[in-house]
Nanobody
Framework: QVQLVESGGGLVQAGGSLRLSCAAS????????MGWYRQAPGKQRELVAAIISGGDTNYADSVKGRCTISRDNAKNTVYLQMNSLKPEDTAVYYC???????????????WGQGTQVTVAS
């Protein structure tokens, strides 16, 4: 089992910044992809940003230039630095981690519990 613990959400004024963190623990052999998704009320969950083991990144068009995803492989932790936040960024943000479990058999795809980000106008 792989557990994810998220932190860093909160209430911020438009134009402000937040940094989200997500630490993975448990039976992990390797991590392939770490990412952040978000879900606003009445909307589908969408990818915000992802980073693969080699360091390549992918961002949603809506956050390009405002958000930076990074990872600390030694700590199995992924970060999302969000700047110039807008009210439309308000959502629950979920961490997602995919990789190989400690048994080296199969694949895991784990989700965090979600952290609320609210951007006030």
């Amino acid at each position: 089992q792989v557990q994810l613990v998220e932190s860093g959400g909160g209430l911020v004024q438009a134009g402000g910044s937040l940094r989200l963190s997500c630490a993975a623990s448990g039976s992990i052999f390797s991590i392939n992809v770490m990412g952040w998704y978000r879900q606003a009320p009445g909307k589908q969950r969408e990818l915000v940003a992802a980073i693969i083991s080699g360091g390549d990144t992918n961002y949603a068009d809506s956050v390009k230039g405002r958000c930076t995803i990074s990872r600390d492989n030694a700590k199995n932790t992924v970060y999302l630095q969000m700047n110039s936040l807008k009210p439309e960024d308000t959502a629950v943000y979920y961490c997602n981690v995919k990789g190989t479990p400690g048994t080296r058999y199969g694949f895991f795809d784990s989700w965090g519990q979600g952290t609320q980000v609210t951007v006030a106008s």
